[in-house]
């Protein structure tokens, strides 16, 4: 029987780059059913993912960062991230996510006054900066 690992390889990429590859104790990923942890010797899963906060935790220390959906791969020594958009928490301007909030908000409001706005694409991009207002502003 093989031993449970002591740490999770995390790797979490977006089309555009690697957001990050390490050793950790935790992660927590908000799935389309909830967020969820996975812990050293997780059992095998795959899971979409929806807008939302994610967490890495090291010993004491934990990144937090936005994902804007995609998939997890989970095995039990191994956490695999397909992210469509992820920020780092101090990478994010709080200023410009909630002031796009306001925006989406505002197009669907118009959206009587001929602007063509898809309600789902602005609920999705609504729910994106929420995330990431939500993971600047984690404590």
């Avoid at 992660?27 to 996975?38: A, D, E, K, Q, R």
């Avoid at 939302?52 to 997890?72: D, L, P, Q």
């Avoid at 695999?80 to 301007?93: F, G, K, Q």
């Avoid at 925006?103 to 602007?115: I, M, N, S, V, Y």
Wanted: contains cysteine; aromatic residues 2%; charged residues 25%.
């Amino acid at each position: 029987m093989a031993a449970i690992p002591q740490k999770i390889t995390v790797e979490v990429v977006t089309p555009e780059r690697r957001v990050m590859t390490k050793e950790c104790d935790e992660v927590i990923l908000p799935g389309v059913m909830g967020s969820f942890g996975v812990l050293p010797g997780h059992a095998a899963m795959l899971s979409a993912l929806q807008p939302g906060v994610a967490m890495v935790r090291t010993g004491n220390e934990k990144s937090i960062m936005a994902v804007g959906g995609g998939f997890a791969e989970v095995l039990p020594d191994r956490v695999i991230v397909l992210a469509e958009t992820c920020e780092m928490s101090n990478e994010i301007d709080i200023d410009r996510a909630k002031q796009s909030v306001v925006e989406w908000e505002q197009r669907l409001k118009d959206k009587t006054a001929g602007a063509e706005t898809d309600v789902d694409v602005a609920r999705v991009k609504i729910l994106k900066h929420l995330a990431r207002i939500s993971a600047k502003q984690w404590r």
